[in-house]
Structure formats: C-alpha cells, structure tokens
C-alpha cells in the first residue's frame, strides 16, 4: 500500500508546480486521471477524481475517459477507476454533495454497422498517422480491432474530443512501463487530432513534475517505496540539477537510538548528478532502487545503473553518481567505516560535454 506520505507529497507537489500553463485545468486534470488509472494506483485516484470532478468534468466523461482506457491499460485497471469513480460518487451522494452526470451517454450509430465502424475508424487513424495509412498486415485481427474497434466505436462516442481523447492515452502510455514506442506515436497522433506540440510537451513536463509518469520513472520516485524526502539544500553546491534526500531510520529502533550502518534515501531528478568527489575513510555502497542513473570512477568508463544495482566505491577513489538525462534516479547509500576520521572532499563539477555524450 502506497505511504499516507507519498499521498501528502503528491497533492503539495500538484498544487505548487510552476510551469507556462497552456493546456487547461481540465486537460491536466483529465491526464492526471488517467496516468493513475494506468498506474493502478487507486489511493491517488480518489482525490484526483474528486479534484475532476469539483472542476466541472462531468461524472459520464470521466466514465467515458476510463472507459476508453481499457483499449491500453486492460479491462482490470479500467474497471478498478470505474469502482473508485462509483464510490466518490456514492459517497458524495451520501454526504449530500452531487456532480453533474453531464451529458447521457447515447449508442453511437455505427455500432449498428460494423462496416461504419471500420471505415470511420480507419479514417481515424490514419490521421491519427499523420495523413498515412496504417495497416497492420502481420497480425489482421489487431489490425481490426485498432481499426474497427479503438478509433472506431470508441472514438465515437461524443462524450470526450478527439485531441481530448488522446491527452487521455498520452497520460496513460506515460503512466506505464514499457509502452515507449506507443508512447511516442501517441504524442505524434495528439498533435495530429488537434493538440498543439506545444500542449504536448506541457502534458509531459506536467506528467513528470506530478510524480505521474513512468517513462522517466518520476512515478517510481515520487509515489513508489522510497520517500523521495526533502530538497537537498545543504548539499546542493555540490550538485548540478535538483536532487532528494531522506535519512531512514530502522523500523525496530526508537526515537534515539543509532543503527551500526546508517542509510539514506538520494533521488535525483533527471539530469541531476553530484560533482567529482572522494570519501576518505570509508568505502560508500549505493544500492539502485528505481529509475536510471550513472556511476563513474576517475580515468574508467561511465556505468550505467538501474534498480538492482549495487555499487561499492572505495576508499580515496574519486567517482560520481546521479540521473541519466531523461529519468529519476533512486539509490540508497551508506558508509562502511575504514580508517580512524570520515570525510567528503568535494571537487569540480561533471562537465557538460562528459555527461552529455554518455551512452
């Protein structure tokens, strides 16, 4: 079960982003709900609905937007939004607090005509495709169902836009691992129903500053095990980028009491990375927990990390560690004493052009 903690986090980091806003409060509220329906997150979902709904989206277009869903996220993950969409209404109801249902949902007119479905939901696509026909020859019958099925019965349904539609799948894809090439089509065939490039970008910047996107694992880092912490003010000179820190104390010790092996909590944010440094007196190990990061030692190629990883960084060995350039990174680090006195000599920063060109 997600941390009350990472719920706190979620709501103070959706209330305080900064950004040049182009896209609307409905728009952003719509992705919002549906990257946590893709994520099954459903702590989150519940306030998130309400916000929706206390904004003026209607309870049949949230039903519609998740309804929808099920075509990427799975019948599962669809139904599940659909209960927690059931249950904030009941509850509301109970509490004498009701949202509008909005507009009744009406039986499309090609779903009589199955040749309709497929002609329109062809023409869908193909400017979804940007003006080219897609045909999927290797397996006919997803071939169909995209068709005939997805752009067809379900984009017909006039309860949501068509560039409404695809901030829904765009938030989704974003909120799931391993959908990258879908993703990038998507963010493509939203521009192509109506989207500006510009509202596209927003939408992914949004996603990732709302801890709502696992394309770059912001919502590993932001909602996942690890308590991403506090801002990590006091090391922040010696870092480029924004990075996290979180102490963590053993669960069977009390207030007061010390552990033999201290741990902490660093999440970098994409980009981020500490400058070249050596610890003097103890060896440090990082353990990855989420998202992509890099490790280096001075004169030895770059290694790249993911969740899994450990590191063990000898004494006097000058190194550096953070976030590849498009995901969060998570590690736990720790020191294991070697020598009588501890201490960190910080030194310069990972240039620019060594950190770009890594691959």
Known sequence: MKKITNLILFIAMTAT???????????LNLATIASLEAQGDLNR??????????SG???????????????????????NALGVLATVVNEGS???????????FTTPEIWKDANKSLKQGTDVQTQLCGGKPFNYDFCPQNDYYLKAHLFGDI???????PAEREIVTVAALSGMKGVEPQFTAHKAGAVALGNTKEQVDELCKYLSQNGLSNIDNSADANSGDWNIGSPNDAYAKYFIGNSHLNPIQPKNLQDGEKTVQGYSNVTFEPGCRNNWHIHHGAHQILICVSGKGWYQEWGK???????????????G???????????????????????????????????DDVYNNLK
């Open 155 to 161: 984009f017909a349904s006039d309860q949501l836009t």
């Open 17 to 27: 982003s900064v950004f040049a806003q182009t896209l609307s409060e409905r728009q």
């Open 301 to 315: 190629p770059a290694i790249a990390l993911k969740a899994g990883d450990i590191i063990d960084i000898p004494e």
């Open 94 to 104: 109970t509490d004498g607090k009701t949202w509008p249902e909005g507009k009744a």
């Open 45 to 54: 979902l519940k306030p998130a609905i309400i916000k929706a709904l206390d």
């Open 57 to 79: 989206i209607t309870v049949n277009e949230i039903k519609d937007a998740f309804s929808q869903l099920y075509a990427y996220t799975g019948f599962p993950r669809s139904l």
């Open 317 to 351: 060995v000058k190194h550096w560690h953070g976030a590849q350039k498009d995901s969060w990174f998570q590690h736990l680090a720790s020191h294991v004493k070697v020598g009588e006195n501890e201490s960190n000599e910080w030194l310069e920063p990972v240039a």
